[in-house]
């Protein structure tokens, strides 16, 4: 740099004579040797300067490369904690569906980190523990959840039938027919929950089944005829297994889906099986279907907090079965129960630390029932099971809650309620 200023700084004459000496160096030395001199050193000087801006461009073009390298580094680092913030955020939320980790943990993984010091909370926090239990999230890997439950049926039925024919308006000639049918259920079961990874749950259900039906039947014909009907029957009902997967992680807004499979045995007494008088009248009440069946099912859960999501299908395979048994004179051969496909949605919502609460809607379509008698077959209607659902949930301690699950019928087909009272107790290694 020096030598340019150097250069920059001799007098024009001079400057205009190192250009012609450049030119003509044998004229220059024999008109002055001294300028020849003072010539020969600017042009080492000049070369020298050549070489270190040769060697100044050279070195800029090497840190314009690593300042490229560099800014590519930056760009790749960015998407990189992008993505992992986006990451930790999908799996804050299935924690909190899956109600694990304390308050801490949680803040600990949002994307702007834990400001201040978090309270202390409980190690399994109940968000959405009010989720009908098809529904809920997977546990977490080894978790171990015992869960006993109450539920109770009651379903009601009146009717009024005229047999016969109408001569003119008001004037009848038959047999008027009027029942009034109570029927009561209550299960006790027995619910276990293993969680084999994050990912896999499996499931067994083990029920014991008491039903209770009142019937009373009123014929006015020449006189009025009542008759009242008092069965029950108390017995093991129908076990269950099941397993369900979650199939992704729910990023970049996605749902998290998870998969199932449920095998229902016949572990209960058919109607087929329970004993029955000279006339083909049922003496007591059966406690399961007498079909095997198997469930396959797709849950789909969208959390925003302080809300999630839900909606859910499934389709029940009933096996058929030959009975091959004479009950009131008639032989009763192969029996093919309709499969059924369920669907229901509704959301969850967290009001605080202990309580949360749902609301949603299920229904089921029922296919008839297939039966051959004697040498006949015959096929019943189908079925609408509508219900809307409702859910609450309170922490009774870090482990353990108290679920409450009502189901009010919304069509004819459906019972007039059913409540579950769910007390899950959870064990963590």
Same mark, same amino acid.
């Given at each position: 740099m020096d030598s340019c200023v150097r250069v920059r700084s001799l007098p024009l004459p001079r400057a205009a004579a190192i250009v012609l000496l450049a030119a003509l160096p044998s004229m220059a030395h024999a008109a002055?040797?001294?300028?020849?001199?003072?010539?020969?050193?600017?042009?080492?000087?000049l070369a020298r300067q050549a070489d270190r801006l040769s060697a100044q461009e050279k070195a800029l073009a090497a840190q314009a490369a690593s300042l490229a390298e560099q800014r590519a580094q930056l760009a790749r680092q960015q998407r990189d904690l992008?993505?992992?913030?986006?990451?930790?955020?999908?799996?804050?939320?299935?924690?909190?569906?899956?109600?694990?980790?304390?308050?801490?943990?949680?803040?600990?993984?949002l994307p702007g980190g834990p400001v201040g010091e978090a309270p202390k909370a409980p190690e399994i926090a109940p968000e959405y523990a009010a989720l009908p239990q098809d529904v809920s999230v997977l546990l977490r890997k080894n978790q171990f959840v015992i869960e006993p439950s109450i539920e109770y049926t009651r379903s009601?039925?009146?009717?009024? %039938?005229?047999? @016969?024919?109408?001569?003119?308006?008001?004037?009848?000639?038959?047999? *008027?027919?009027?029942?009034?049918?109570s029927r009561d259920t209550l299960v006790g079961v027995a619910t276990l929950r293993y969680g084999a990874t994050d990912r896999l749950e499996f499931e067994a259900r083990v029920p014991y089944v008491y039903r209770a039906d009142r019937i009373t039947t009123l014929q006015q014909r020449d006189q009025t005829v009542s008759r009242n009907i008092s069965l029950d029957g108390r017995e093991l009902g129908d076990v269950e297994l099941?397993?369900?997967?979650?199939l992704n992680r729910g990023l970049n807004g996605w749902p998290v889906l998870v998969g199932s499979v449920r095998y229902k045995s016949d572990t209960g007494s058919?109607?087929?099986e329970i004993p029955r008088d000279e006339f083909g009248i049922a003496q007591r009440l059966n406690t399961g279907s007498g079909f095997p069946g198997i469930e396959g099912g797709?849950?789909?859960?969208?959390?925003?907090?302080?809300? %999630?999501?839900? @909606?859910?299908?499934?389709?029940?395979?009933?096996?058929?079965k030959t *009975?091959?048994?004479?009950?009131?004179?008639?032989?009763?051969?192969?029996?093919?129960?309709?499969?059924?496909?369920?669907?229901?949605l509704g959301f969850g919502f967290a009001l605080n630390q202990d309580f949360s609460f749902s609301l949603g809607y299920r229904h089921n379509f029922l296919y008839g029932t297939h039966t051959q008698l004697n040498d006949t077959r015959q096929r019943s209607t189908s079925l609408h099971v509508g219900a809307m659902t409702m859910g609450l949930s309170y922490r009774l301690s870090q482990r353990t809650y108290i679920n409450a699950g009502f189901e009010f019928g919304a069509t004819s087909d459906a019972p007039d309620m059913r409540f579950i009272l769910r007390v899950p107790f959870t064990f963590s290694p």
């Open positions: 002055d040797p001294d300028l020849a001199a003072e010539l020969a050193q600017l042009r080492r000087e992008e993505t992992r913030t986006a990451v930790r955020f999908d799996d804050r939320r299935l924690a909190a569906l899956r109600g694990a980790g304390s308050a801490q943990e949680r803040s600990a993984e009601s039925q009146n009717r009024l %039938v005229f047999r @016969g024919i109408e001569v003119t308006a008001g004037v009848q000639l038959g047999v *008027i027919e009027a029942s009034d049918a099941g397993a369900r997967y979650q058919s109607p087929f797709l849950t789909a859960l969208l959390p925003s907090d302080p809300v %999630v999501l839900y @909606g859910s299908f499934s389709y029940l395979y009933n096996m058929p *009975i091959g048994k004479t009950i009131g004179g008639v032989l009763v051969g192969e029996v093919d129960p309709g499969d059924s496909i369920g669907i229901g």
